[in-house]
C-alpha cells in the first residue's frame, strides 16, 4: 500500500507543477480539481474514507466549479469594458 501512496504523491507533485507552469488559466483550473481529486484518492488509500469523500466534494467539485464561474464572470466583465 505504501507504493501507491508514494505513486500518487509523486502524481500530485507533477500536477502541482503543472498548475503553476501552465499558461492557460482555465487549464490550472483543471490541474487544481485534478489536484484536489488526487488528495482524496491519497485520503482512500490512507484509510480515510469521510476525509476523502469532503476532500472529493469540497476541493474537487465546489472549488473548482466556482473557479470557472468566477473566470466566467471575469471575462464577462472585461469584454464589457473593452466596448
Known sequence: MIWVTLALVTLLVVIAFYAVICRSVIAAI????????????????????DVAMTQ??????L??????IALDKTEAADDQESR
Do not use: K, N
Open 63 to 68: 472549488t473548482t466549479a466556482f473557479f470557472v
Open 30 to 49: 483543471v490541474a487544481v480539481g485534478v489536484f484536489s481529486f488526487v488528495v482524496s484518492a491519497i485520503f482512500v488509500a490512507l484509510r480515510a474514507p
Open 56 to 61: 472529493a466534494v469540497v476541493g474537487a467539485g
